[in-house]
């Protein structure tokens, strides 16, 4: 019998009384955050900080969170739990703690760009918005050899301006920047049967966009936590079955995103056990050029979802 999750909660001086319009939601896992956590340390705001360590095991590091929790003049609150609950699960539970009437979900290796960010995501709490994606960029993230695969493709694919996002909104929605009206989390909370890496949010947006307009908007954030190659792989390969359960749910949506497309054009390829291994060692040799890397990466891919399509 699997023992249950044991949560330990520690709090700053500024929490107990606070009355936040706007709960900040930080999932860690074996993360630092607390780069995130100084620039966030705005009272003006008017918001809170949550933090969640998914069962990282870490003692040293969950001390280093909760000092730096404690310090913060913000109400802020650690959570720590004892064993790993995973990504939908995770934010759930964050919500949880939340008391504002937005929520703001960021990820842990993700740093604001602008010093008004959380004043300008107070902005749009403001106004009402049901769901909001303020992007990310590169800007701020080092360069170098190991993740330079990541950095290409990331650029290509993610790190958009608003008015592209808005054209295909639920598919540029991720929980790195992402803002959330209370209520319309409460009825529609992340799918806690997605497991591993990947789609959770993406699958998340698509219930959401059928009931509340997403709103795309350009307050971002820095994703600092780039990949090396075999990690991006490892991922992927992760999100296989991530990806099925999309395609179960919300076949008329994804069959328009270039991943399933794609997929479907592999699937009558014969011979898939050779060529599949094959794209995955072309997208890892760090000494062919990147271009033909991330192609590769994006065929490896797509190759991982044809028994879904």
Request: net charge neutral; glycine share 6%.
């Amino acid at each position: 019998m699997t023992a249950p999750i044991t949560e330990i909660r520690i709090e700053n001086a500024a929490w107990a009384s606070a009355r936040p319009r706007l709960s900040v939601l930080i999932p860690t896992f074996r993360d630092d955050p607390s780069a995130l956590l100084k620039a966030l340390d705005d009272p003006g705001a008017h918001a809170e900080i949550v933090v969640l360590d998914d069962g990282g095991g870490d003692d040293a590091l969950a001390e280093r969170i909760a000092r730096r929790i404690e310090k913060l003049r913000v109400p802020a609150r650690f959570v720590r739990l004892s064993s790993n609950e995973g990504r939908a699960k995770g934010r759930n539970r964050l919500a949880s703690h939340a008391r504002g009437e937005h929520l703001l979900f960021l990820d842990s290796d993700m740093l604001p760009d602008t010093p008004d960010f959380l004043s300008r995501w107070a902005a749009v709490a403001e106004s009402g918005a049901p769901v909001a994606f303020g992007g990310f960029t590169l800007d701020q993230t080092p360069q170098r050899p190991e993740t330079a695969l990541h950095r290409a493709m990331a650029l290509k694919s993610d790190c958009t301006p608003a008015p592209e996002r808005a054209k295909a909104p639920e598919k540029h929605v991720f929980t790195s920047n992402l803002l959330v009206r209370r209520d319309v989390f409460e009825t529609i909370g992340f799918d806690e049967g997605f497991a591993g890496w990947g789609w959770e949010d993406v699958e998340w947006a698509m219930r959401v966009v059928r009931q509340h307009p997403i709103l795309h908007i350009d307050n971002t954030a820095t994703h600092l936590g780039l990949d090396a190659a075999t990690t991006m792989a490892a991922k992927y390969e992760q999100s296989a079955a991530n990806f099925a359960r999309v395609v179960a749910s919300h076949r008329d949506i994804v069959s328009a995103y270039p991943s399933y497309k794609v997929a479907k054009a592999l699937k009558p390829f014969p011979l898939r056990g050779v060529w599949r291994p094959m794209l995955k060692r072309v997208a890892l040799a760090e000494a062919a050029p990147v271009s033909l890397r991330a192609f590769a990466m994006r065929l490896y891919r797509a190759s991982l979802y044809i028994e879904a399509v």
